[in-house]
């Protein structure tokens, strides 16, 4: 019997692509023996550079921390950022994360009252069926906390589970909990519409802040200059959007390096920076009240893991945990949302300051070298060539490398 697609090895999919030689030949070669498991169809590795922030100083403790990305400028954004507070003392962060996932059932066409008292009547049952979906989760001290109903508009209504998840970020569990708790709802089997996790993770808010004097930053006015941007974050979704963008920037590639899921919480963080009505910024900074201290803050959800799902899977993932130091999830969370609030402070001071395009172009240099043919330190060379003629473009990148190598013949 013939194979389905998705049954054949990886080689045999490429086998079975009818692509060229070449082209077949270059995927082979990106093949793993550690991928093919992770995803549906695997046929080749997509690889991204990681890069490292150097001294990550949070709550006293320094980190190195390990940053995947494609976007040029970010680590050194990061490194920036984090130099800058690391000065001050580093970043504080104020209370234990909790490892707590939330959960839903969803109902429709419910008369709301009769599903509460249902949920009232039944909450034994509820807590019951949970812990026999997953007795080693509570055995632990974990397993689901709490159970509330919420009506929604249309005869629609939510019954929110709230699992404490431990280590691991804990979707599988999540999900495998609500279908247990299903079988409770028997009498309103025709109302549900779905059991599915909830990636929001109001229960699960990080907060990181930094304190640092104003002459960190440039002086007074540079301080001023940067709290006022912040400010339009506040009030302009437009400029909010490409501020929270900027702190997602370093954040997301610290999820990404350490096997998470950055999709999950970014939508988790953008769902919060429209949580009182109105799109805005994550982070604020402000002076302080004598003028001499600038002060910043960043609140965002945080759902993680250190064990468990792609992690348990990628050795890439498992040794950036080791080079953090193997950090508790908790102080793996603040190291996390610390990283986006370096990469914010270093965006808000470029952008209020000498403007944020020079640096972007000299990154944007090296990449356009490489674009051209350069390799080694060929890059180096073309990408300096092109900041002194101040021209980043194909045509001057083709012809300074040009003019390299006819030197070096």
């Given at each position: 019997m013939t194979k389905k697609f998705y049954q054949l090895s990886a080689r045999e999919r490429l086998e079975a692509m009818g692509?060229?030689?070449?082209l077949t030949a270059f995927y082979r070669e990106r093949q793993s023996d550690e991928m093919?498991?992770?995803?549906?169809?695997?046929?080749?590795?997509?690889?991204?550079?990681?890069?490292?922030l150097r001294h990550l100083v949070v709550d006293g403790r320094s980190y190195q921390v390990p940053m995947v990305t494609e976007e040029?400028?970010?680590v050194a954004a990061a490194n920036n950022g984090a130099r800058l507070v690391g000065q001050a003392g580093g970043f504080q962060s104020h209370q234990t994360s909790q490892s707590l996932l939330g959960g839903q059932i969803l109902f429709q066409d419910v008369a709301i009252d009769e599903l509460s008292a249902y949920v009232s009547e039944q909450r034994e049952a509820i807590f019951e069926a949970a812990k026999l979906a997953k007795p080693s989760m509570v055995e632990r001290g974990d397993g689901l906390k709490d159970v509330q109903i919420r009506?929604?508009?249309?005869?629609?209504?939510?019954?929110?589970?709230?699992?404490?998840?431990g280590e691991a970020m804990g979707a599988n569990a999540v999900?495998?909990?609500?279908e247990a708790v299903k079988a409770v709802f028997q009498p309103f089997n025709k109302n549900i519409v779905a059991a599915i996790l909830t990636n929001a993770g109001h229960d699960a808010l990080v907060t990181v802040t930094a304190q640092m004097p104003v002459s960190l930053v440039g002086g007074l006015a540079a301080a001023k200059a940067i709290e006022s941007l912040s400010a339009f974050g506040k009030v302009d979704p437009d400029r909010a959007v490409t501020e929270n963008k900027g702190i997602f920037n370093g954040l997301s590639a610290v999820v990404l390096a350490t096997g998470n899921d950055y999709r999950a919480v970014e939508a988790a963080g953008h769902a919060y920076a429209g949580s009182t009505g109105r799109y805005q910024s994550l982070s604020t900074w402000?002076?302080?009240?004598?003028?001499?201290?600038l002060l910043g803050s960043l609140t965002m959800p945080v759902n993680t893991g250190r064990l468990g799902g792609a992690i348990?899977?990628?050795?890439?993932?498992?040794?950036?945990?080791?080079?953090?130091g193997a950090p508790s999830l908790d102080a793996l969370k603040k190291v996390i949302v610390a990283t986006g609030l370096a990469n914010n402070l270093a965006a808000l001071k470029a952008v209020s300051g000498p403007g944020i395009q020079a640096g972007h172009m000299r990154m944007q240099a090296r990449t356009l070298a490489i674009q051209v043919g350069a390799v080694g330190d060929e890059v180096l060379k073309v990408?300096?060539?092109?900041?002194?003629?101040g021209a980043v473009d194909q045509n001057h990148a083709k012809k300074i490398l040009g003019e390299i190598r006819k030197n070096d013949a």
């Open positions: 692509l060229t030689p070449s093919p498991n992770l995803i549906e169809n695997y046929f080749a590795d997509f690889t991204l550079p990681e890069g490292l040029p400028s970010v009506p929604l508009a249309g005869r629609r209504a939510s019954l929110d589970l709230t699992v404490q998840t999900n495998t909990i609500l402000k002076l302080d009240d004598t003028g001499e201290f348990a899977a990628m050795p890439m993932a498992q040794r950036n945990l080791e080079l953090l990408a300096n060539g092109l900041a002194a003629e």
